[in-house]
DNA sequence: TTGTAGGCGTTATCAC
DNA sequence: GTGATAACGCCTACAA
């Protein structure tokens, strides 16, 4: 590897003065800054960031956690992020925990000793202390948390609650929920709205919840099941979109008219819910946004290493398409 | 921040014993080794990997260039291979190039600022000789490159080949393609093996090989068009699983039946073939596999510091599911 | 068994 | 305008 002092020694300079060229700071004449110009295409070199951040303290690195890169919704998410990122002169780790707590504390304590310089999160294992325990700024993303730490979220409860409204609107009496998991926020806040948008109804007492496991293929057994047992389901509102298409191909295996019969929403606002037949309504995250929002925060917080909570809920918005 | 001094002076003892029983690596007391333990635990200390790689000139870190992390070949195949590098003690950096190469290029020399030990590479745009220039031990996936570096690859054009030998056997016998790009190796020799099976045809003067952008989206509208002027067409192989997908909600659009009237093939063997209505037939690459095999060879080529070129090509499997 | 000291590649603070 | 030199936090001869 070729160091500041082989380009230096090249130059006829000290390595102060090939520093001050790299960073153009100070003052250097023209004719010297060429010579060492010259030097460092000459001797193809690019200086050790290592050694450079060894020094100012910091990594130019931030880390995304993400619980399952395979679930189309994250990658949208870090597309964004990493862009963001990208923009704001930083790179990006990536770093999938499968939504295992071990798995993000090894991370978190080996990002740490990289030394990165924040941490973008989507974790329902973590609370805040065990995230402030690391000592990096981080923004939570997707999750509520409680109110220690700042945080990216949707108003899900309300969110829910709008999607059963509109299969209500038109013309559902009997709606279904393909939930996700308690243990999540954003699904369990959901749920919530789903439960306060038809605990009037007189079915409310057949329970018409069951879990979609967070992917199509779960999501399509319960389907199967729930409509089996009670036909007369002509609504399903599914936790996110991955489920929904699992509730479609399971209704459409059932030969139910899908949306003459049965209507579908999702949530989320992915792509893939635009690419089956039919279409799926979902209610639309504002994904782009959020991870730029995200890495906005971060860097704010890094910047001012400042310890101020400034938390951030977007709005979903409901994007009717062929399945209502 | 702690350093390996601050233990040090709260465990009465050298910096060097500290780094002793940090690394357990020569002879250090029982009674002290306890010692520093504790205070290690006490002070929450964590050695600074910059400095430690600083001094040992790696940094236990490899990158994964790919072109679209929001096709889902990509993140099935990163899964893989984040596994496999944790597996073998390394932290992964996901880089999102989208296909472009001056972001590849800005991308190579910044995984070198930062010494990545080693990259795994996707690209369609670089040749051997830009990627050698980094410096770093890399192997090329998924992508032929000519011979001067590691590569892991399928046989894509016998994969093609076999995919339109599949669809004749089951009777079809007008057969349209699905292209992807020229200017990616995989598509284009699996466009190859179309062509090899159907050149004897007497149809093949009508061209039946349309772009499909490879997306869901582009491969849909280039199905209609192609349906349209050949409404004759009784089979179709799509260059990837997410184009077959457009394919199918084509064809479903124009009321053809599948796979009655038409039978659909894709390539790459991803969950989301697992998911439609009906489940699309393809051609499958053993996708864990090859990520894990391209880390197994990266890691010798870092260890070994050996050029030795060790390149290896899996096979394709007919994965027969509903579209045909 | 333990401590001292030099060096990894940079940057920044002083002199000159 | 330029050059020594002391950090940054860690590891490893070498000495004791």
Same mark, same amino acid.
Do not use: W
């Given at each position: 590897m070729t160091t500041? $002092?082989?380009?230096?020694? &090249? %130059?006829?300079?000290?390595?102060?003065?090939? !520093?001050?060229v790299l960073n153009?700071?100070?003052?250097?004449?023209?004719?010297?800054?060429?010579?060492?110009? $010259?030097?460092?295409?000459?001797?193809?070199?690019?200086?050790?960031?290592?050694a450079r951040n060894l020094f100012t303290g910091n990594s130019k690195m931030i880390a995304l956690l993400i619980p399952d890169i395979t679930?189309? &919704? &994250?990658? =949208?998410?870090?597309?964004?992020?990493?862009? %963001?990122?990208? =923009?704001?002169?930083?790179?990006?780790?990536? +770093?999938?925990?499968?939504?295992?707590? !071990? $798995?993000?504390?090894?991370?978190?304590?080996?990002?740490?000793?990289? +030394?990165?310089?924040?941490?973008?999160?989507?974790?329902?294992t973590l609370d805040s202390k065990q995230i402030l325990? @690391?000592?990096?700024p981080t923004v939570v993303l997707d999750r509520e948390t409680d109110f220690d730490i700042t945080s990216i979220t949707v108003n899900n409860y309300e969110g829910g609650k709008q999607a059963v409204r509109f299969l209500k609107d038109i013309g559902c009496d009997k709606i279904a929920h393909i939930a996700g998991s308690d243990?999540?926020?954003?699904?369990?806040?959901?749920?919530k709205g789903y439960i306060e948008m038809i605990k009037e109804d007189p079915w409310i007492i057949e329970n018409l919840i069951v879990p979609g496991g967070y992917s199509a293929k779960e999501s399509f057994k319960s389907t199967i099941k729930i409509l089996t047992t009670h036909p007369d389901i002509n609504g399903i509102f599914a936790?996110?979109?991955v489920m929904a298409v699992? *509730?479609? =191909? %399971? *209704?459409? !295996?059932?030969?139910? @008219?899908?949306?003459?019969?049965l209507a579908i929403i999702g949530f989320d606002g992915i792509?893939?819910?635009?690419?089956?037949?039919?279409?799926?309504?979902?209610?639309?995250?504002?994904?782009?946004?959020?991870g730029r929002k995200a890495v906005d925060l971060l860097i704010k917080k890094m910047q001012y290493k400042n310890d101020e909570i400034s938390s951030e809920v977007f709005q979903v918005e409901l994007i009717k398409r062929e399945s209502t």
């Open positions: 500041i $002092k082989d380009v230096a020694s &090249f %130059a006829n300079v000290s390595v102060a003065t090939v !520093s001050r153009n700071k100070g003052n250097v004449k023209r004719e010297t800054k060429l010579q060492v110009e $010259k030097a460092i295409k000459y001797l193809n070199y690019s200086p050790n960031d290592l679930n189309p &919704f &994250f990658p =949208e998410l870090a597309s964004s992020i990493e862009s %963001a990122a990208n =923009e704001h002169g930083y790179t990006l780790i990536l +770093c999938n925990t499968a939504g295992n707590q !071990s $798995k993000e504390l090894t991370y978190l304590s080996a990002l740490r000793r990289k +030394c990165v310089d924040g941490i973008v999160l989507v974790s329902n325990e @690391s000592g990096i243990n999540i926020s954003s699904t369990k806040n959901r749920k936790s996110n979109d699992g *509730v479609l =191909e %399971a *209704v459409k !295996s059932l030969d139910i @008219s899908v949306p003459k019969d792509e893939l819910g635009e690419i089956t037949t039919p279409t799926i309504t979902t209610m639309s995250q504002p994904i782009t946004a959020m």
